[in-house]
């Protein structure tokens, strides 16, 4: 029986267990199957949803893709997929890119034309924490932050307060541009509500701003609200919309906004290093992400819920979380015990013992990211079945188990 058919019984759980032999320190990327004991462990991955693979019919039409000379605008794959994108954000025009943190720096390079011109994020934004400065670093753009909410969004009279009404003074930068996160990643993958957006249009439309929305899981959020993704992205000026996470697709992200727009980010495209030449290979990926795979987003979202009752229910308690705050495909949680830090966790949730094996059957790896704020970080995709899922919450309570009888031992 292979170790993909395994399924593990919860009887198979042990009331007692033997203190684990300590290894070396757990590197928390994918690692190759481990053998114990002439058993396959079984790895499930949770660390992101950037670990999914194409799968055969999304390889198939890469391989059979029709491609051009992109740059010179002769790619017939990559002209279809961004009139798809274009068609589904609700906008005039799409430019397909290599990347999320080149598409956001393009949209931030072409909404502020001058360098010394600012920005207003928030504090726990992607863009401001996860892409090394590019905006200040390459497009010589200065930006203030607002107070991330657990929601993801940010008080509005405290965006208007950070709006500069200075300009020409030569002492201050321009305001020009506010960006915003949806779904959004710190806070656990949660989805902006719609009146915040409108809410913010208005002050930006009042104050003669743009909007561009870092919309890398856009489409995980529109899956939870229900709604098709241009009911969303109408209240922006511009989305950069990730293919390579829930979407399956092996490169790329879908920048959208108004033609004129588009054309700009072109040439911003081009001086980056984004001009790829036949990339109808990996626009053929694209189409099939847009056409096939956005539907299946939910079925993420119920295994993290799935997951993240689970934790909640665990007998003995170590898990800590609001399930109100479980939206999309991203579970934050804490440990209850600060005995536990979340680092020893994911080495704990990432290594396999003998007395594991033991007890269920086989060994599971669990790749979990420890994150902000001493939480713990799980992501769902397309790579993880309800199998794995149930792999996943038998692990947990195995470690939960384990600690308790170390607490036991030591007091």
């Not at 090394?132 to 203030?144: F, L």
């Not at 984004?274 to 096939?292: E, H, N, V």
Request: hydrophobic share 40%; aromatic share 4%; charged share 20%.
């Amino acid at each position: 029986m292979s170790s993909k058919t395994l399924t593990i019984p919860a009887r198979l759980l042990r009331d007692r267990f033997h203190k684990p032999r300590r290894a070396g320190p757990v590197r928390l990327y994918h690692r190759s199957p481990q053998v114990i004991a002439g058993r396959t462990v079984r790895t499930v991955d949770l660390r992101s949803d950037t670990v999914t693979k194409p799968g055969a019919v999304m390889r198939r039409a890469m391989a059979e893709a029709e491609v051009g000379d992109n740059v010179f605008g002769e790619d017939p794959t990559v002209k279809d997929l961004q009139k798809i994108a274009a068609d589904m954000f609700g906008m005039e025009a799409a430019l397909y890119v290599p990347s999320g943190t080149m598409s956001n720096l393009i949209a931030v390079m072409v909404h502020c034309r001058e360098r010394g011109d600012e920005m207003i994020v928030g504090d726990l934004s992607h863009i401001h924490v996860y892409e090394q400065g590019g905006s200040a670093q390459i497009a010589g753009v200065h930006s203030a932050t607002v107070t991330t909410l657990g929601d993801g969004t940010f008080d509005l009279n405290q965006l208007t307060s950070k709006i500069r009404h200075d300009y020409p003074n030569p002492h201050y930068p321009r305001s020009r541009l506010i960006c915003v996160e949806n779904t959004h990643n710190i806070q656990g993958g949660r989805v902006l509500p719609l009146s915040f957006l409108q809410e913010l249009r208005s002050v930006a439309d009042e104050f003669g701003l743009a909007v561009h929305m870092d919309g890398a899981r856009v489409m995980n959020a529109a899956v939870a609200l229900g709604i098709q993704p241009s009911v969303i992205l109408q209240h922006c000026h511009s989305v950069s919309v990730c293919l390579s996470k829930g979407l399956g697709a092996p490169v790329g992200t879908m920048l959208g906004g108004s033609k004129d727009f588009i054309q700009r980010a072109v040439r911003a495209c081009k001086a980056l290093g984004g001009g790829m030449r036949q990339s109808g290979i990996l626009a053929a990926a694209g189409k099939i992400a847009l056409s096939d795979m956005i539907g299946r987003l939910e079925e993420d979202h119920r295994k993290a819920r799935s997951f993240a009752q689970a934790l909640l229910q665990c007998d003995p308690p170590l898990y800590e979380l609001d399930l109100n705050n479980v939206e999309t495909n991203i579970l934050r949680f804490r440990l209850q015990d600060t005995q536990m830090s979340s680092v020893e966790f994911c080495e704990r949730m990432a290594g396999v013992d003998e007395e594991e094996v033991k007890a269920l059957g086989q060994g599971v790896q669990v790749l979990m990211f420890p994150h902000v704020g001493g939480s713990v970080r799980a992501v769902w995709h397309l790579g993880i079945s309800e199998e794995d899922t149930q792999l996943a919450i038998l692990k947990a309570q195995f470690v939960a188990q384990q600690h308790k009888l170390k607490s036991n031992r030591i007091s």
